[in-house]
């Protein structure tokens, strides 16, 4: 159980398109989604925190007009790098606290490897 | 502000060997120490939750221990198949549950 489906797996995009990516928690309820960025080689950074039905939390240095984040379900929150570029290549992941609070772990999708051309 | 150091960067250990990753962790409140495995071009997969120093926690080759500073991830006879990046993460009393991850420990071990 608590499954989290990321879509897509990979995506190329040209310079100055968007970018949506959704993930979807398919047999539990996720009030909140994390999202993180990884690249290569290193560790997962917080970019933000999304809560269903509120705006989204951004840790500092994320531009919130390029990544729009939006959760307007229980089952659903998507991300959209907007005006995308090169350097916004990379790992996204999505990530939702279990139902029952922290002690339940957190629950990833399978990453989002978006490619600027 | 909470953060999360691992050490060694990387680790290339001989099938058989046995060794320890380390986790540093300086986070207010901690409600949970979390330990993953992430294989290349996918999403942390759950290992093990640790709540409170001298808790331990094992599953097959692994042992997770906690202290109120560090967390170890003991490998007994590692197989090639270990092989990945572990993960170790915090998540404190701050808003959201938010979990904040260490850099990693990439593994790797060879027959």
């Known amino acids: 159980g608590a499954v989290v489906s990321q879509h897509p797996s990979w995506v190329i995009c040209k310079s100055g398109t968007s970018v949506k990516i959704e993930c979807r928690s398919l047999?539990?309820?996720?009030?909140?989604m994390f999202w993180y960025r990884q690249f290569p080689k290193q560790s997962l950074m917080l970019m933000a925190t999304?809560?269903?039905?509120?705006?989204?939390?951004?840790e500092q240095g994320v531009e919130k007009d390029k990544f729009l984040i939006n959760h307007a379900s229980l089952t659903l929150s998507t991300l959209t790098v907007t005006s995308a570029h090169p350097e916004d290549s990379s790992f996204y992941i999505c990530?939702?606290?279990?139902?029952?609070?922290?002690?339940?772990?957190?629950?990833f999708g399978s990453g989002t490897r978006l490619t600027v051309v | 502000e909470d953060q999360v150091t691992q050490s060694p960067e990387a680790l290339r250990l001989q099938e058989g060997e046995s060794s320890s990753l380390n986790c540093s962790y300086t986070?207010?409140?901690?409600?949970?120490l979390f330990w993953y495995r992430q294989d290349p071009g996918k999403g942390p997969e759950f290992l093990f939750t640790?709540?409170?120093a001298g808790e331990e926690k094992e599953k097959e080759r692994l042992k997770a221990t906690l202290t109120k500073k560090e967390s170890f991830l003991h490998i007994t006879a590692p197989k090639p198949e270990d092989s990945a990046t572990y993960l170790c993460?915090?998540?404190?009393?701050?808003?959201?549950?938010?979990?904040?991850f260490g850099a990693g420990t990439r593994l790797a071990v060879h027959p």
């Open positions: 990530s939702a606290p279990r139902t029952g609070g922290v002690g339940y772990g957190y629950t």
């Open positions: 047999d539990f309820q996720a009030t909140t």
């Open positions: 999304s809560n269903e039905g509120s705006k989204a939390t951004y």
């Open positions: 986070v207010s409140g901690l409600r949970g």
């Open positions: 640790l709540y409170s």
């Open positions: 993460g915090g998540c404190g009393s701050g808003g959201y549950n938010k979990l904040i």
